[in-house]
């Protein structure tokens, strides 16, 4: 298993109307491991992960899960095979509650037969989310939205996740618990990508990390090799 | 005071039939911010689809729900499907165009099949009443309306709270982008809201018909209702429906007694005007 590549991405370019946001991009990410994405704002990494996710299409390049071409699949059909996002600013149903947020997780037809055996495991890795089931998620903090986005993400029993900048706009001790937790999904089996503006946390947590500047990628490796000095060269273009 | 209870009591049984007449229009509203203009000629097609059947099988009325509330299913996934979708996301214009384009060409095809003629789906019980007290009648037609919005409505709420997709339609209503994450196919579900939205028209479609005469052009008369019932309850809300329908139809009905049935209308409006002017997101209304 270590190393079936989960998640490849060749030659990727993307446009939004007129401006290219992404430049021939090409990152592996292996079955099992935690990669990070690191840029500035701006820098792309939203972009790969609303295009790998099927929310963006891209103009020229592929995208494979486990084999299989998903590029400019609608993102319906990416989930249905396992890859689930968990979008930038948490984007959690406002108008449900904490329980209907992670029972519409588990809309795809694979994982509603196990709905109430999947709903025990997020409940046991958030407890809060079982405490707050019958809350309007518009009344969580934000650390709890963003439990509840991660949750429900999980809900669809996905082989790999993308989580898009999970730790923006919260306190630093809510970050480490939810990094805490994210380890903890890992060793279960699922493989993460970390997309991060916060460099030192997410190369903590990785076993290999891309770095992204104006829509390229600038350098990557194993984090424990990188040193400082090339990473902030790399991140700021300098 | 013993002369107004009459008005009062048949304004709330009509009320269960403003409701079932507005809960299409409100619900897709609510999700897709769509306001359907051709609603009241869809829910006329359901009334001349109901007399159809009911002429050609020769059953009572009430049978052909049947046969109505399935073909207005289909009628209403095509209408989303095929034609709103389309338009979806490019503002508000376009949707209201294509839905006003819609409702002239059922309005004409209506009246080319058939005929101008005022029609009416009778029934044994169109004339019978239940005499509670001397002065006080219940017109059965008028409590198997308000029976059936009742029964539409929980149906709805149940169908909406609790179902798989009734919580992906509420989803996708709250977000899109993030429902689609979730697995969701957003168009798809549309096409199958407005399919349900077309159901409670079908019944509404029925009822009126069993109550009052139609034409091929009374859609829009209907469309006005649905419209007051809403801005009265507030748009999206279920239970502003029905407590709209009630408000609307007491205020006709009390305005007709008191003041001539030439001000039924008007004192309809003048209510309507009233929660305008006071609450204008309407009495359940968030928007």
Request: charged share 15%; net charge neutral.
């Amino acid at each position: 298993m270590a190393d079936t590549v989960a998640l490849k991405v060749s030659g990727l370019d993307v446009h939004y109307k007129d401006f290219q946001a992404l430049w021939d991009v090409s990152i592996e990410v292996n079955a099992g491991q935690v990669v990070s994405i690191i840029g500035a704002n701006g820098a792309g990494k939203s972009t790969l992960l609303n295009t790998t996710s099927g929310l963006s299409t891209p103009t020229k390049g592929t995208i494979e899960f486990l084999g299989d071409r998903i590029d400019g699949q609608p993102p319906h059909e990416t989930v249905a095979r396992g890859v689930s996002l968990v979008p930038e600013g948490r984007r959690v149903f406002p108008r449900l509650t904490v329980y209907e947020n992670l029972f519409i997780g588990s809309y795809t037809p694979k994982s509603r037969p196990k709905r109430e055996q999947i709903l025990g495991t997020i409940y046991e890795l958030f407890p809060v989310l079982k405490e707050r089931r019958n809350q309007m998620s518009d009344t969580l903090s934000g650390g709890e939205q963003q439990m509840l986005a991660i949750g429900r993400a999980l809900m669809s029993e996905p082989k790999l996740i993308l989580c898009d900048e999970i730790s923006l706009g919260l306190a630093p001790v809510i970050i480490a618990g939810i990094y805490k937790r994210l380890r903890q999904i890992n060793e279960d089996g699922i493989t993460i990508v970390l997309v991060e503006q916060d460099i030192t946390r997410s190369l903590k947590a990785a076993n290999y990390a891309y770095i992204l500047l104006e829509g390229k990628v600038v350098l990557e490796g194993e984090p424990s090799v990188m040193t400082e000095e090339q990473v902030k060269k790399a991140y700021f273009g300098i | 005071m013993q002369d107004i209870l009459q008005p009062v009591l048949n304004g709330i049984l009509l009320g269960g039939l403003y409701a079932v007449i507005a809960i299409g229009l409100s619900t897709m509203f609510g999700i897709v911010r769509l306001v359907n203009l051709a609603h009241g000629d869809l829910l006329i097609l359901g009334s001349f689809l109901s007399l159809v059947l009911a002429s050609s099988v020769g059953l009572s009325p009430y049978w052909t729900i049947l046969g109505v509330v399935p073909v207005m299913y289909f009628v209403g996934f095509f209408v989303q499907g095929f034609l709103l979708n389309r338009v979806l996301g490019k503002g508000m214009e376009p949707p209201l165009l294509v839905a006003f384009g819609l409702s002239i060409i059922l309005q004409n095809l209506l009246l080319l099949i058939f005929t101008p003629d005022a029609r009416s789906l009778m029934t044994r019980i169109t004339l019978m009443t239940i005499q509670v007290t001397k002065s006080l009648n219940i017109p059965v037609v008028y409590l198997l309306d308000f029976l059936a919005g009742l029964a539409v409505i929980l149906c709805l709420y149940y169908f909406f709270q609790k179902t798989y997709l009734g919580r992906a339609i509420r989803a996708a209503s709250d977000d899109e982008g993030a429902a689609q994450l979730m697995g969701i196919n957003t168009k798809n579900i549309y096409a199958k809201a407005m399919g349900i939205a077309m159901m409670t028209a079908g019944i509404a479609g029925l009822l009126v018909g069993t109550t009052f005469t139609f034409y091929p052009h009374t859609g829009p008369q209907y469309l006005i209702i649905a419209f007051g019932v809403i801005v009265i309850g507030g748009f999206g809300s279920m239970k502003g429906c029905f407590v709209g329908g009630f408000i609307l139809a007491v205020a006709q009905l009390l305005g007709a007694h008191f003041l001539g049935p030439g001000y039924q209308l008007l004192s309809g409006y003048v209510v309507l005007l009233v929660v305008l002017a006071l609450r204008p997101q309407g009495i359940f209304g968030t928007v």
